[in-house]
């Protein structure tokens, strides 16, 4: 019988367990933005790279380690801090309840329900996002052994290699809506890939306007191409890099809801 409360022998069960994407099927999608509009959306506890790269993924999980199947995806731009390169989150849609709450409560990733489409046949990979009504992304990509910009991998391999670190900011807006509770803290945090699969794709990418999810700021300056993977991948446990200011960090606090106006 379930029960509300967990013993200690049921919570000594989950004590050190890894959290594992089994045969995790991924296509990531790479472009060039305009400098400026990195500046623009980066907390200041963050500097912009020396590119200003964007990536987006969206991913197919049919087994992991801490719940069902799901599909997820995400979208980041390349930031440092300290000297150390990392991908910063801006929005992260995700199919499954769970996997949300975990990522948003203990990462502080901005997760939020959508509609994800994700199709492989053969070389040809099809998918989309949608959420409340908006397809805002959708990717045609053609598994290839080349980039739409031949010198796409070298880009990609000089800025983040085999990966570089997530960095998120974890915080808890305020109860009685005076500013918040948890003082926003900057994280960071590695997922390792461990690819049984890897090779290059030629995409035709898509973004439409969302006032709720806005990919499509990100202009696309030069599509550089995408990396497809298949692979067991291992989020590591993050760490914790200091408070930031929250009256800097206010006008960016609001990626994890939708913008929903009187």
Known sequence: MGSFIKTMEQLQQTAGGKTIFFDARMLTVYWE????????????CLKPGPVPLVN????DYPRTSFCPPYKEAGIFVLAEKDGVLGN????MPITDGMAMAMGREICGLPKKPADIRMNCDGKKLTGSIARNGIEFF???AEIAGKMNAEEGRDVVDAQIGDGVPMYNIK?????????????PTLVR????????EKDMAVCQMALTDSPHDPWAELEVVKMLGGIYT???NVLESGENLGQINPMEFLPYSYIRWDWWLK
């Open 33 to 44: 933005t305009k400098p400026e509009i990195i500046e623009k959306i980066l907390p200041k």
């Open 189 to 196: 945090q590695r997922l390792v890939y461990n690819n049984k």
């Open 230 to 232: 298949v692979g067991d």
């Open 171 to 183: 915080y808890s807006k305020a109860v009685d809506g005076s500013g918040f509770d948890l003082p």
């Open 88 to 91: 910063y989150c801006l929005d």
């Open 138 to 140: 959708r990717i045609d």
């Open 56 to 59: 987006a993924f969206i991913a």
